[in-house]
C-alpha cells in the first residue's frame, strides 16, 4: 500500500532569518510590534509565512539574546539588542565570592529535638560551624542529607 504523503515536502520558511532582515530594515535601535515584524517578514519573503512560525522565531531569537521584547499593551514589541549587550554571559550578574569566614562556634542542633522539624524542599539548615568544617542538613528531592564542608583555609 503507498504512502499517501509519501509525495509532500515539508516547506522551509525560515523565519529567524526573515525577522531579523525585517528588524534590520527598521533602522537602528527601533522597535516593531509582532504585527508589523510579521507583515515586514512576509513581504520580504516573497510568500506567506505563517504567523506561528514568526512567533516561534521570535521566541528563540528572544531566548538566543539576539532581540529584546518590551510589552506594550497587549503586544510585545521587539527591537535588537546591540552587540555589546550580546557577548554577556546568562545568569546572576555577580558571583559571591567566598573569603574565609570568621569563626563562629555554636553548639550542634539535634534534629529530633527543638532544632529541625521539617526542612522545605531544597531548604539547608547549619547543624554545626567549629574551626575546621561545617555541618549542614538539606532537603534534596524529599531525602535529608547531611555533609561535613571543610572550611576553606
Given amino acids: 500500500m ?8 515539508r516547506v522551509r520558511h525560515n523565519p529567524r532569518k526573515w525577522t531579523l532582515q525585517a528588524l534590520q530594515s527598521a533602522g537602528d535601535g527601533a522597535a ?12 520580504l519573503s516573497g510568500s506567506k509565512i505563517p504567523y ?9 531569537l528572544v531566548r538566543n539574546r539576539r532581540l529584546a521584547a518590551q510589552r506594550k499593551g497587549r503586544e510585545l514589541v521587539y527591537r535588537l539588542v546591540t552587540s555589546a549587550k550580546v557577548g554577556r554571559p546568562r545568569g546572576p550578574s555577580r558571583v559571591a565570592v567566598i573569603t574565609k569566614a570568621p569563626v563562629v562556634v555554636r553548639e550542634s542542633v539535634s534534629l529530633t529535638a527543638t532544632g529541625l522539624h521539617k526542612i522545605a524542599p531544597g531548604e539547608i539548615a547549619l547543624l554545626h560551624v567549629s574551626e575546621s568544617h561545617v555541618e549542614t542538613a538539606a532537603n534534596i528531592d524529599g531525602k535529608l542529607v547531611l555533609k561535613r564542608h571543610p572550611r576553606p583555609n
Avoid: C, D, F
Fill in 32 to 43: 516593531m510590534p509582532t504585527s508589523a515584524i510579521i507583515a515586514r517578514a512576509s513581504k
Fill in 2 to 9: 503507498a504512502n499517501r504523503r509519501a509525495g509532500k515536502t
Fill in 52 to 60: 506561528y512560525s514568526v512567533y516561534q522565531a521570535l521566541r528563540t
